[in-house]
């Protein structure tokens, strides 16, 4: 697959099959994503990626939560701006007004919504995830490295024939995950990667994309 077709072809996908994912595929993937590039080499990502038993835990110790009505523990970092202006608000609305479209859900539906929500922390039934942290002391140039490998690693997953999907949602119940990774404490969890085969059933999601670059001659 080239690198045309890897980023045509990478999605956040929300449907997975429970089709397990090789650890030897993993291994290659986290191996040549660790050439991403970074300010200073820093390198300043730390993963854990579970799979089995480990991540089974974690599905469920937050399944608890999320059934006992539990909001969440308190937030390390701010998803968005609290007050987030046109045009990123309107394009944050179409994407979750799409998604829902696609998946049936009506608009008034608070339940379904909250459900499809709540796929989130059943990593939307993949087998695999990944769970990336930074260290607390870095700067807002560092959490870019962490999307630039991110990528990066994304990418090289779609070139294994695997999909996967970014969720920043994983910080609502950060405490869940680092019972069972057991972080050091100078660690932020930016976001959990859902990783394994698309479920073909799932409903096809395309997300527009605007027009945001300005070429100068
Ligand atoms: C850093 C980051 C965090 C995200 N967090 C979530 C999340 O918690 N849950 C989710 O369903 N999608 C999440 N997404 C996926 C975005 O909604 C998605 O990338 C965006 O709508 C564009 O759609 P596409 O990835 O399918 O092109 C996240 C994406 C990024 C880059």
């Keep these: 697959m080239n690198v045309y077709d890897a980023v045509a072809s990478r999605r956040a996908v929300r449907?997975?099959?429970?089709?397990?994912?090789?650890?030897?595929?993993?291994?290659?993937?986290?191996?040549?994503?660790?050439?991403?590039?970074?300010?200073?080499?820093?390198?300043?990502?730390?993963?854990?990626?579970?799979?089995?038993?480990?991540?089974?835990?974690?599905?469920?110790?937050?399944?608890?939560?999320?059934?006992?009505?539990?909001?969440?523990?308190?937030?390390?970092?701010?998803?968005?701006?609290?007050?987030?202006?046109?045009?990123?608000?309107?394009?944050?609305?179409?994407?979750?007004?799409?998604?829902?479209?696609?998946?049936?859900?009506?608009?008034?539906?608070?339940r379904a919504r909250r459900q499809a929500v709540a796929a989130n922390w059943d990593c939307f039934g993949a087998p695999a995830a990944l769970f990336c942290y930074i260290p607390r002391e870095m700067g807002s140039a560092q959490w870019v490295d962490i999307g630039i490998y991110l990528q990066t690693l994304m990418l090289l997953l779609r070139a294994e024939g695997l999909h996967s999907c970014p969720q920043m949602a994983w910080s609502v119940y950060r405490r869940t995950v680092a019972e069972v990774v057991s972080p050091p404490d100078d660690l932020v969890l930016f976001c959990g990667v859902s990783i394994g085969f698309e479920d073909a059933t799932a409903p096809p999601v395309r997300t527009a994309r605007a027009e945001t670059v300005v070429f100068l001659e």
């Excluded at 590039?37 to 939560?65: D, F, I, M």
């Design 15 to 110: 449907r997975f099959t429970d089709a397990p994912v090789p650890r030897e595929t993993l291994e290659r993937v986290l191996t040549a994503a660790s050439r991403a590039p970074s300010g200073g080499n820093l390198q300043p990502w730390h993963c854990y990626v579970l799979t089995g038993a480990s991540l089974a835990e974690v599905k469920k110790r937050t399944a608890e939560r999320v059934a006992a009505g539990d909001p969440g523990d308190p937030r390390e970092f701010e998803m968005y701006p609290p007050t987030l202006k046109s045009p990123y608000r309107e394009r944050r609305v179409a994407a979750a007004e799409q998604r829902y479209a696609a998946l049936g859900i009506p608009r008034a539906d608070e």
